[in-house]
């Protein structure tokens, strides 16, 4: 009976021992920070050593807030943003952060669970709005020459801001996404390059025109030197010429095989090259 008594007892104990622990489990990219909440006595409030992997079992009362320590990208979207040309575009600002390994405690102490929400998309946003609103529509929608500077200022700027605030983070990289105006000025850009491709292609048809009436003029010029240099009639000439057009004919298909040449009136009717 004494025995059966201190097994029941033991059991007894063992068992509020286990309904008042609780468990917090942690995967390879993550930091748990505990928050200890002591019932009776005790001190409560962030724990200073992050949980960094596996099981750990806790008191029933503590809760656990869990980080991730790998690079996150946090999104920024900007709607009608007014450019410098007062035009409205539409874009999203990435921003790729990664939290300091084992200094989450720090981190939700001085900063909260939404760190980033509360401390820094603010200043970022303001940041982003202020780089980009200083450029053309134009320019942020096709010079990346311009939108890599926007992107390495940015990256400078919060950079040294988290450093001064005294954020446990890294800034990875900050990347601008792809600037778009409204549709009826995407529309008005598209007609406008329509016109200018017309009239690049009028003036090129034109100018072939010109150089095709020029040559043939300095050819008439030529043909007109020729005739006189050679004291020769106008009839003369033109035989001349049909001449020099048949040996064309025939310098044309000398090497081809079973041809038959058409000469022109007045000379030789056919030639077979065999």
Known sequence: MKKSTIICATASVIALL???CGYVSVNGDEEAVLIAKPLIWGHGGVIDESVSSGT???ALTTDEIIFKIVPTTHEEKFDDMMTDDNTPVDFSAYLKLCITKGQTPTLLKNFGKDWYENSLAPTFRALVRDKASGHKM????????ILSKIESDLFNKITKYCKDLGLPVTV????IGKVTPPDDVLEETRRTAAQNQNKLTQDARSGAE????QAEINKAIADKAYQSQMNMTTSEYL????LEIEKEKVELVRDKQNVTIVMGQGLTPTINVK
């Not at 990875?172 to 990347?175: D, E, I, L, N, R």
């Not at 010109?210 to 009436?213: D, E, F, G, T």
């Not at 035989?239 to 049909?242: G, I, N, T, V």
């Open 18 to 20: 286990c309904s008042s």
């Open 56 to 58: 750990q079992w806790t």
């Open 138 to 145: 134009f320019d942020l929608t096709s010079n990346r020459e």
């Open 172 to 175: 990875m990289q900050v990347t």
């Open 239 to 242: 035989q001349l010429r049909q």
């Open 210 to 213: 010109l150089a095709r009436k």
